[in-house]
């Protein structure tokens, strides 16, 4: 295949919105801010004429009939396929995968990515700081695919829907798995998320430009208050943003057609999108990722390089856990010195809900634009560690072209790993693999939750019921590994723990 066909990134663009507008710009208008930027940041007005796709991630914070369409008119484009994709923070990366794919094999000659949220806005909206002058909320009239939920009935009955409680048992896991204490391994994500939110500070994209300490980050005050067990608020991501971004991708032929300066141009060197085990009781540990070996694994064999000759990486990071998860899966040892955000994170960048790793990307290209030697690996996930897909980005192209890879395979192995469906009504004794506490906005515990293993060796969901003094008691022992009773209350139709002084 001719190395005219390689796909190449040639406009970048992304815009924040001031938190002190006052006549904010709604998602829609966000995005042509930012996919403007990126079209101009190619130098040609002539690429317009050759977009005939147009992949936009999922609106979370308002709702369109045709968000492509609409954007399309707006940005006078006339494209011959749209894609508005589901939840999942995986997106931006995937769509990158497929644009490549598309543009390798001549079904697309050039595509342009983009997505925005402004919750911030609507968010001060609701608290009658400001006005909202944006279209009619329509319900979008086609999405590839089914709005993605993320989880089962059975794990949503423990309330596993909201990212900050799955994340937290995640993190319980992961680290009574490494072995270090409680006050150990509160330092060491702290130490992880100061150095986030440093880069963030000087970054001018970030929502928060502010630098924190590690001990700032993990101590619990009245504006940093704990969420869920062991998390602050400054370990979360932060959806409360307006934040939009745009990616523009051709080939090396039409590039050079339209003389667009070889020194913008960015190559995907490499990418793969695997999916775990989607119910979360099903995956035989709670602390891991097959998806985000193999994605690694993968995308570093088509770029042609090793894990060391990756200079920055960007890993999704609303959570401290995921961020633990994959550089563990990666093999990134503790010492090693390379950043593992380019933007600050999304508590401090910003976390525009799927539309995150898109400023990644964009963020890497700015980048390697000025240090040419660099290669950029930016690691997206989706949903609850469920889905995971990987980029790398450099100034050479891949070393296995777009489109002969076979991940399939891959695939089919790790969701074969399935473990039983978890026991719905237990009665016995439960092993403790990970678990969280709920806090109120004062900062009083309010009930555990867990995920754990039956004498039958067969999981399920259990909450911990008992007062704020019993489990404030809790919250200061390492419980993974522990044993509890646990019996099926037939009033709340749940597993419970019940705890007394």
């Known amino acids: 295949m001719s190395n005219k066909s390689y796909p190449i990134i040639v406009g970048a663009g992304q815009f924040t919105q001031h938190k002190r507008t006052l006549d904010p710009l709604d998602p829609l208008n966000l995005m042509a801010n930012a996919c403007k930027i990126a079209l101009t940041d190619t130098g040609t007005p002539n690429l317009k004429n050759v977009i005939d796709s147009v992949y936009m991630v999922n609106i979370n914070s308002w709702s369109y009939e045709d968000a492509p369409e609409e954007l399309s008119k707006i940005l006078c484009l006339k494209p011959t396929h749209k894609v508005y994709l589901p939840d999942g923070g995986n997106s931006p990366q995937m769509l990158v995968n497929r644009a490549a794919k598309a543009i390798t094999s001549g079904k697309s000659q050039a595509v342009l990515i983009t997505g925005g949220e402004a919750s911030y806005s609507i968010y001060k909206a609701k608290k009658g700081k400001i006005d909202l002058n944006w279209p009619k909320l329509k319900t979008p009239k086609y999405m590839e695919g089914k709005l993605w ?214 963020s890497a290209v700015y980048l390697i634009r000025k240090n040419p030697l660099l290669k950029v690996m930016v690691i997206a996930n989706g949903g609850y560690n469920t889905k995971q897909s990987f980029g790398i980005y450099g100034t050479d192209p891949p070393f296995i072209q777009w489109g002969e890879e076979n991940q399939t395979e891959i695939q089919q192995s790790i969701l074969s790993k399935q473990l039983p469906k978890p026991i719905e009504q237990a009665n016995g004794e439960l092993t403790i693999e990970g678990y969280t506490i709920i806090y109120d906005r004062t900062g009083v515990p309010k009930q555990g939750i867990v995920i754990g293993t039956l004498e039958s060796n067969r999981r399920t969901i259990a909450f911990i019921n008992a007062e704020p003094d019993i489990l404030i008691k809790l919250e200061k022992q390492e419980l993974v590994g522990q044993k509890f009773p646990v019996h099926f209350d037939i009033n709340s139709d749940r597993n419970v723990i019940n705890l007394k002084n």
């Open 149 to 362: 939920n993320g989880i089962n009935e059975f794990a949503n009955r423990y309330r596993l829907i909201f990212p900050l409680l799955t994340y937290a048992i995640f993190e319980t896991a992961v680290r009574a798995a490494s072995g270090r204490s409680l006050e150990e391994h509160e330092n060491h994500i702290g130490k992880i998320f100061e150095h986030f939110s440093k880069i963030a500070s000087n970054n001018p994209y970030a929502w928060t430009q502010r630098s924190y300490t590690a001990k700032e980050i993990i101590t619990p005050t009245s504006k940093n208050r704990y969420i869920t067990h062991p998390y602050t608020k400054l370990m979360c991501s932060n959806v409360f943003v307006d934040q939009s971004s745009a990616l523009i991708m051709t080939s090396k032929r039409i590039a050079e057609k339209l003389n667009i300066d070889s020194k913008l141009w960015i190559y995907p060197m490499g990418g793969a999108d695997f999916k775990n085990i989607f119910n979360i009781t099903q995956r035989p540990k709670l602390n891991n990722s097959p998806a985000a070996k193999e994605g690694a694994i993968l995308a570093l064999e088509q770029a042609g390089l090793k894990l060391d000759d990756i200079d920055l990486f960007d890993i999704y990071s609303c959570f401290p856990s995921i961020v633990e998860i994959i550089k563990n899966e990666l093999g990134i040892l503790e010492d090693d010195p390379r950043p593992l955000s380019i933007t600050g994170g999304l508590p401090f960048f910003g976390g525009p809900w799927s539309n995150y790793s898109l400023h990644a990307i964009v």
